[in-house]
């Protein structure tokens, strides 16, 4: 923020998170500078979403492809 540029107003971050509860999910977020009328920023905001479900499939969804490439012997990969 100390430059006023962010490349997260573009691209979607995904990292894991913590919530206050204390159970670890996924989030996806990205960030809007806010500027004043000048143009001096004053602030940011983000839009945060909780993808805990979807990556969790995802990642059921590669590790049985990994398995089914173990059993017939194929490491060529499915994009």
Do not use: C, H
């Not at 977020?29 to 009328?37: D, G, K, P």
């Amino acid at each position: 923020m100390r430059t006023g540029v962010t490349r997260y107003t573009r691209d979607l971050l995904a990292v894991p998170a913590i919530r206050s509860d204390g159970q670890r999910i996924s989030i996806e977020f990205t960030i809007a500078l806010v500027r004043n009328s000048e143009g001096t920023l004053i602030g940011a905001g983000a839009v945060i979403r909780d993808v805990t479900v979807r990556w969790s499939r995802d990642k059921a969804l590669k590790e049985r492809l990994a398995d089914l490439e173990k059993q017939t012997g194929s490491t060529k990969t499915a994009v």
